[in-house]
Every structure is written in C-alpha cells, then in structure tokens.
C-alpha cells in the first residue's frame, strides 16, 4: 500500500504558473473589492453577469442541448472568454451554489493569467501550487465565502486551542 504523502502530486488541470494560496485569495480579494461582491451580489447574478463585459470579459451562452464539451463550463483566458450551457446560467442566475461556483472557478482562471506552461522532465515534478484547477477552486471558494455560501472544497481546519 502506498502512503499518500509519499505519492507525487496529481495534475487536474494545466500546468500554471505557482501561486500559493495566499496568492490566490489575496488575487480573489482584490477581484471581490474591485467588483463589490459581497452577500448582495447573490441577489443579482444576472446583473453581475452583464457586468463582466464592462471589463471586456465574455459570457457566451450556449444551448444546453448543443453544449457537447465534457466538462460543465469552459474557460479561454488568452481571449477573456467564458462559454456557459444556458442552463447553468440560470442556476446561478438564482443563486445554487454548484452552479455560482462553476462561475467563479472560471473567472478564476482569468483572473489568475491561466496560461498553459512548457515544461519537460527536468523542471520537477508538478506541484499543486502549479495546477490551474486547484488554483481556480481555491478562488471560487473564497469567493463563494464572501457571497456566504458553503464553500464546495473545504479550504483548512485548525484544530488548535484557544481559537
């Protein structure tokens, strides 16, 4: 049996530039401030949605029964686009929380600079500080946190005394 500490990191995503998860809620903070999200923003998703294209970042709806990719939303940050199944769009549009947070790991990765990374043998094993998923779900869950959802991954637990 292998010791799970032992084993090398997994990539679920593209290999990205590193960003510790400081990093990446201090990235998920400045967006929050820099769009006013906070418990309200719930309440207007729609309107938050139109918003986006202010800041040259696209929402493109697709049919659900056209949207064929394996995955429940896609994201291309060389082009600051965001592709939606409509019906996720109207989940978030009404605040369940799976779907808002599939919106926010998206625009998780635009706002992190997402980029795929060349790398060969030699620069090391990957490092789930480099992986673009982990990144984009640790952004969508503090953001989620400032909407005052539950956040879908648990992001730590301290057990120490005196909290």
């Not at 926010?104 to 060349?118: I, N, P, T």
Request: charged share 25%; net charge negative; aromatic share 8%.
């Amino acid at each position: 049996m292998h010791d799970a500490g032992l084993l090398p990191y997994q990539l679920r995503g593209n290999r990205v530039t590193p960003l510790d998860a400081d990093e990446v809620v201090h990235s998920a903070n400045r967006f929050c401030a820099m769009f006013r999200i906070n418990r309200r923003t719930l309440g207007s998703m729609a309107g938050f949605i139109e918003q986006l294209a202010t800041y040259h970042i696209c929402v493109d709806l697709i049919e659900d029964e056209q949207w064929w990719w394996g995955t429940d939303a896609v994201c291309d940050p060389s082009k600051f686009k965001i592709v939606l199944p409509e019906g996720l769009y109207r989940r978030a549009c009404a605040g369940e929380r799976d779907a808002v947070s599939t919106l926010f790991h998206e625009l998780g990765h635009l706002v992190l600079g997402h980029k795929a990374l060349l790398h060969n043998e030699k620069s090391g094993r990957p490092t789930k500080e480099e992986d673009a998923e982990w990144q984009a779900d640790l952004f969508s869950d503090h953001v989620l946190s400032r909407l005052g959802l539950q956040p879908i991954c648990q992001l730590t637990l301290d057990f120490s005394e005196g909290q």
